[in-house]
């Protein structure tokens, strides 16, 4: 069994036992956390770990970036002349996944009709190609994922009680901030991690040890991998707060205005050269947008240059620098 959720804390122990158990299964999984928990990595471990007839292929769909009129036909198909753009026949993603596994991140981007229908495919109940009768069959395994909220199923906004018996198991992360000394143990983790990618050494004084520790991580474990590099790549002996911070932090997160001025202040504030420390931020930041694009389209750089309005070339230096 592969179970590589790194963590000692009773939570993550729970989570990894849960993978071990229910990987090997077809059921259909709900994953629960603040966003930069690991919920798409329970996702593949989950897969790692699946039947047979489940592992073939891993199909993975951010539900923010389907518009909500062309659900049906990304989930089921859709026949030649069905509706209006439809110029050809599509396989949607449950046909493709037959002898795989689907993961929906962002689930409570769907309407209520759009999820009943997936939770129904999922319990092997047919469905149709869009402007077709043929009852089509899927052994595609499904597996959701969603943020945390107060009021419903799961605690996934717009997932309403009454679907809740289709829900064979939840699997709840915790925040980073409640996982007591896992915070250590995932600091070491990506010092090891940077230090073999950019090939130096790491070394983090104990005041910025300690403050790794302390601090309440509104962003989770994608906040401290992310900052733990930007440190790597600095080189500096005082580690720069570059994510969105404050020591008090509510679990609430900063707008892009609040960042560049929180970014601003410090600058002034403790005599950092803003110029040279701002080209840091652009770069990491370009870095970060070309890399997410570029998943959500597999892998076509021609399609990210087009969706930002710059040429390939320019992604590859970026990437590359």
Not at 74 to 94: C, M, N, P
Not at 135 to 161: C, F, Q, T, V, W
Not at 268 to 276: D, F
Request: proline share 3%.
């Amino acid at each position: 069994m592969t179970t590589d959720f790194i963590g000692e804390s009773k939570e993550i122990c729970a989570v990894n036992k849960d993978i071990e158990m229910y990987g090997p299964t077809d059921l259909t999984i709900l994953i629960t956390g603040e966003t930069g928990t690991g919920k798409e990595l329970v996702a593949n471990l989950l897969f790692e770990n699946s039947l047979k007839e489940n592992s073939e292929i891993l199909i993975t769909k951010n539900c923010a970036t389907i518009r909500e009129e062309l659900a049906e036909s990304e989930f089921f198909g859709h026949i030649k002349g069905s509706f209006t753009g439809a110029d050809e026949i599509r396989e949607g993603i449950f046909e493709k996944a037959e002898k795989g596994t689907i993961f929906l991140d962002e689930i409570h981007h769907l309407s209520n009709p759009i999820l009943a229908k997936l939770l129904r495919v999922a319990e092997e109940k047919p469905f149709n190609r869009i402007g077709c009768n043929e009852d089509r069959y899927s052994g595609a395994r499904l597996i959701l994922a969603g943020s945390p909220s107060e009021n419903s199923i799961g605690n996934i906004p717009e997932m309403p009680k009454e679907f809740g018996y289709r829900l064979k198991k939840i699997i709840e992360l915790p925040p980073l901030r409640e996982r007591g000394r896992d915070i250590s143990l995932l600091t070491h983790h990506f010092v090891d991690k940077f230090e073999k990618k950019y090939n130096k050494e790491i070394k983090i004084n104990e005041g910025d040890f300690n403050r790794l520790i302390k601090y309440n991580w509104p962003g989770n474990v994608r906040q401290m991998e992310n900052a733990i590099e930007r440190y790597a790549i600095s080189g500096k002996l005082n580690f720069q707060e570059f994510y969105a911070s404050g020591t008090e932090g509510n679990g609430n997160f900063l707008s892009l205005e609040d960042i560049a001025n929180q970014f601003y202040k410090k600058c002034r504030t403790e005599g950092i050269n803003m110029g040279k420390e701002g080209k840091l931020a652009k770069k990491m930041i370009e870095s970060q947008l070309f890399t997410y694009l570029l998943e959500e389209n597999n892998g076509n750089r021609s399609k990210v240059a087009e969706i930002l309005g710059i040429n390939t070339r320019t992604i590859s230096n970026r990437l590359k620098n």
